[in-house]
């Protein structure tokens, strides 16, 4: 099966708008330009979609376009091509950025910190989206976005709980209705997204106190995401997806999608589409509310709302 497509494109005219719309298009799906109209991707789903859309519209145009799949004739010409791909550079640029974030770290606030952590995840994702021949540059940059996301949180969140290695028990909802549940105060993602999940789908009537230290939480309190919590990070799965599991939840792929977000800003891992949006929209409500967490939860619950309606359940993006 070829590996590579091709596509071959000319329009007609000089209005700069069909090529510019073209290239955005394709520069934004990471295509490698071999010469004036001919764009070479990949042999994948996407690419042939992308390419095929692409066609459809300059033939639509007047011009004429054709995507050609075809394979390297040789050993020679596939590392050439691949060479077109390499993101080593891109990877080399967002590694100095986070090593400037972890050593400007001790000087900085927490809004400001979060803001530049958000803006290079955001960057690594843009990345990996196009890097189709990964290699070791991308496993530092990850393994660097994780130390800088570790140092920020030892910074400014030092009660972070540790994952346990343990089997998740299944629970019945009914058994944990009109409780009182506590967490850190301060809320981040992980526990805003573990607080809204509870009150939506587990808890209707729950009440919450926000701990200035977890060491103070009540004895009648179900506690979640800190250590010695009921509820906190077991294995590779953070609070949300814990008490996702706990009550059968994890079932909805709208939430196993939701846990996929949460875990990617609280811990890192496969880059989420919606994650750096989400970011943004979290530490500005939180900087609206400052230290009002029972406002801040209303806040985000309409944001979480919104997501859990919006996303569909297949694994496709919203269109």
């Avoid at 390297?72 to 590392?79: F, H, L």
């Avoid at 927490?110 to 803006?119: F, G, I, N, P």
């Avoid at 729950?206 to 701990?211: G, I, Q």
């Avoid at 530490?283 to 859990?308: P, Q």
Wanted: aromatic residues 8%; contains cysteine; positive net charge.
């Amino acid at each position: 099966m070829p590996a590579w497509l091709m596509l071959v494109v000319s329009l007609p005219g000089r209005s700069p708008t069909p090529r510019m719309r073209l290239w955005r298009a394709l520069k934004a799906a990471g295509a490698a330009m071999l010469r004036d109209g001919v764009y070479v991707l990949p042999a994948r789903k996407e690419a042939r979609e992308l390419f095929k859309a692409q066609a459809d519209e300059a033939i639509g145009a007047g011009g004429n376009a054709h995507v050609v799949p075809f394979a390297s004739a040789d050993s020679r010409q596939e590392s050439e091509l691949r060479a077109a791909f390499d993101r080593t550079q891109a990877y080399v640029q967002g590694l100095e950025r986070l090593t400037s974030l972890h050593n400007d770290l001790s000087r900085m606030k927490e809004a400001e910190a979060r803001r530049r952590l958000a803006a290079a995840r955001r960057e690594l994702g843009t990345i990996v989206a196009t890097d189709f021949f990964s290699g070791a540059a991308r496993e530092q940059v990850e393994a660097a976005l994780a130390d800088a996301e570790h140092a920020l949180n030892t910074q400014f969140a030092p009660d972070e709980p540790h994952a346990r290695k343990a089997a998740i028990p299944h629970r019945a909802a009914k058994d944990y209705r009109g409780r009182l549940w506590a967490t850190r105060q301060h809320l981040w993602i992980d526990r805003v997204a573990s607080a809204w999940l509870i009150r939506r789908f587990i808890d209707p009537k729950a009440r919450f106190v926000w701990l200035k230290n977890p060491k103070d939480c009540p004895k009648k309190a179900l506690g979640f995401d800190f250590d010695g919590a009921e509820f906190s990070h077991m294995g590779v799965r953070v609070t949300f997806e814990v008490l996702a599991a706990s009550f059968g939840l994890d079932r909805d792929p709208r939430l196993t999608r939701l846990g996929r977000l949460v875990r990617y800003l609280d811990i890192g891992g496969v880059p989420v589409p919606d994650a750096a949006g989400f970011a943004s929209v979290m530490a500005g409500a939180r900087t609206r509310r400052g230290t009002n967490d029972d406002a801040l939860l209303k806040d985000m619950s309409i944001v979480l709302d919104s997501l859990y309606t919006a996303y569909s359940e297949t694994e496709g993006e919203i269109a």
